[in-house]
């Protein structure tokens, strides 16, 4: 079976799953800090049946400086990584955040271009962009801006990007595949995508994947790592590097399509567009 099919074919309706993503999020924006072990997990109250701690998975997500934003801030961070010290930004890049949410990739993104550069940051979720313009004003940073939208359809002008991140988010979408072409879309000739998501070895089970909640919760969305890499070369993208995050000697990104059970990893994910 090609790779791209096997992304597609376990999938629920597109519009569901997004559903299903923005509601989780409005009510972890609503309610103004993470809920659980960790942000990025199943809805409070659910029964999903995938049983995995996350909290072991993620660990201590930064270590990019992270002191002097607000509680506002840091209270609600729903990554699984680092992508900010991933990405090596420059003074006066474009930075594009894919799934910006309360912002802090955004923030630390800013102060790291500097005036001469500028942030744009990329969310479906009405309740999280209301949140970053509050959190924006309170870390007094004008060198940004939040845009509604999906990131299967980017609002970004073609090859307008230096650098896109992402924290874990791509994991979320229902059209992987369409991401990437987006991401690609939007960067320079020379721009660098660095990410931080989660993956698999193996595969979910159809049921599994029907689990909104967990999907939601970055978990049974997450595909194998040899079906994301096949996505970001059939998108463009070369020099892909996967690592997982506990163990980042092994290189994953040749990693052959498995069909055994799924095992969950936290990814860092970088490649480039020539």
């Known amino acids: 079976m090609n790779i791209n099919m096997r992304i597609m074919t376990t999938m629920t309706n597109d519009n569901t799953i997004h559903e299903a993503v923005r509601n989780h999020y409005a009510a972890l924006a609503e309610g103004g800090s993470c809920c659980d072990d960790s942000c ?52 006066g890049q474009t930075v594009l955040d894919l799934g910006s949410g309360g912002g802090i990739d955004c923030f630390m993104a800013a102060r790291q271009v500097g005036p001469g550069g500028h942030v744009i940051g990329v969310d479906m979720t009405p309740a999280m962009l209301a949140k970053a313009e509050r959190n924006k004003a309170r870390v007094g940073l004008d060198n940004i801006e939040f845009r509604q939208g999906f990131i299967e359809a980017l609002p970004v002008a073609d090859g307008s990007v230096d650098v896109i991140l992402s924290n874990c988010v791509i994991n979320l979408s229902p059209d992987k595949p369409a991401v990437f072409r987006e991401a690609y879309r939007v960067l320079r000739p020379g721009g660098r995508l660095a990410a931080s998501d989660m993956m698999t070895i193996g595969l979910f089970s159809p049921e599994e994947r029907a689990d909104l909640s967990a999907w939601a919760g970055c978990v049974s969305g997450a595909e194998d790592v040899a079906d994301y890499v096949e996505a970001m070369r059939a998108a463009g993208f070369e020099d892909i590097s996967v690592v997982d995050k506990a163990a980042p000697a092994e290189e994953l990104a040749g990693q052959l399509p498995e069909t055994g059970p799924a095992r969950l990893f936290s990814a860092r994910v970088t490649a480039v567009r020539r």
Do not use: R
């Open 40 to 91: 990025c997990a199943p809805s409070a109250g659910a029964s999903p049946t995938i049983d995995v701690s996350l909290d072991s998975l993620y660990g201590n997500l930064y270590t990019a400086d992270t002191s002097w934003l607000p509680q506002e801030v840091t209270g609600l961070s729903l990554g699984c990584g680092d992508p900010i010290t991933l990405a090596g930004l420059q003074p």
